[in-house]
Every structure is written in structure tokens, then in C-alpha cells.
């Protein structure tokens, strides 16, 4: 007997170390899946956020140029409005200057705006030759020492509280 050799039994070492090689390989494929599900969730994530920062984006840089265009245009109607109204005006003062109208005095050496006022209106007291300096305003540049000899001031028709 002593011929054979008797190999050593590995009582199934052999079977369960290739049992837990190939366990060992499922659970390391399975946690390579794992990893790469989570990373490309992690790059759909951030794709997905970098989407909408870049859609809110837009949306802010749209809304601020509609808001624009509305202030835009909402302060052209506003211009266009002052504008309309200046113009209502002047031409209202221009038809009360030219139906108020008693006469255009051609300034002379040494008169002031008293004097002229005394002439037309016999009195020489400040709301009479101040009316004066607001009718002839443009003229006179809204100050009473602009009096100069040959200026043209026109003479307008008293209102009814300054009437005699």
C-alpha cells in the first residue's frame, strides 16, 4: 500500500474559495454598477441644475428687457403727454395775450417797469407793474432790473381783481 500517495483532502476548500472568488466578483461588479449609476445620476443632476439656472436666467434677462420696453414706453407717453399739455398751454396763453392786449410800449430812456405801469394803468404800486414782469416774462427773463430802453413789452388788459 504504500504505493499511492494519498493526496490531502481539501474537504469542498477548493469549491467554496472559488464559490466566494465568484461572490467577491458580483458583489465588486455590483458595487462598480452601483458607483456608476451614482455618479452618472450625480452628472444628470447637475446637467439638470445647470438647465434650469440657465433657463431662470433667460427668464430674468427677458422679463428685465419687457419691463424696459413697458418703462420705455411708458415714459415716451409720459413725454408725449407733458409735451401735449405745454403745448395746450402756450397756445392758451398766446389767445389770452392776443385778446388781452391794450397796447405794446416801446421802453424809453429812464422808465422802469413802474413808470409804465403808472401810464397805462395809473398806478405804480407792485401788483400792478408785477403783472407787468409776468406777462413780459420771456422778455424780460422773469426779473424787473431787465428793463432796457427800446424793448417792446406788451401791455395786457387788467384782471378784475386789479380794476379800479
Keep these: ?16 474559495l472559488d464559490q466566494a472568488k465568484k461572490e467577491a466578483e458580483g458583489a465588486k461588479k455590483a458595487l462598480k454598477d452601483m458607483m456608476d449609476q ?20 433667460k427668464m430674468a434677462e427677458l422679463e428685465s428687457k419687457l419691463k424696459g420696453l413697458t418703462e420705455a414706453k411708458s415714459r415716451e407717453e409720459m413725454a408725449e403727454a407733458r409735451q401735449k399739455a405745454m403745448d395746450e398751454r402756450k397756445a392758451k396763453l398766446a389767445e389770452q395775450k392776443k385778446l388781452n392786449l391794450i397796447a ?7 422808465e ?10 395809473k398806478h405804480a404800486t407792485p401788483p400792478y407793474w408785477k403783472f407787468l414782469l ?31
Aim: hydrophobic fraction near 30%.
Design 1 to 16: 500500500m504504500g504505493l499511492f500517495k494519498r493526496k490531502p483532502k481539501d474537504d469542498g476548500l477548493q469549491a467554496d
Design 38 to 57: 451614482n455618479v452618472e445620476s450625480k452628472q444628470l443632476k447637475a446637467a439638470a441644475e445647470k438647465k434650469a439656472q440657465e433657463a431662470e436666467k
Design 104 to 110: 405794446t410800449h416801446t421802453v424809453q430812456e429812464g
Design 112 to 121: 422802469t417797469l413802474s413808470h409804465v405801469a403808472l401810464k397805462y394803468y
Design 134 to 164: 409776468e406777462h413780459n416774462t420771456v422778455v424780460l427773463k422773469g426779473n424787473e432790473r431787465n428793463v432796457r430802453v427800446g424793448m417792446e413789452l406788451e401791455i395786457p388788459e387788467l384782471p378784475e381783481d386789479l380794476k379800479d
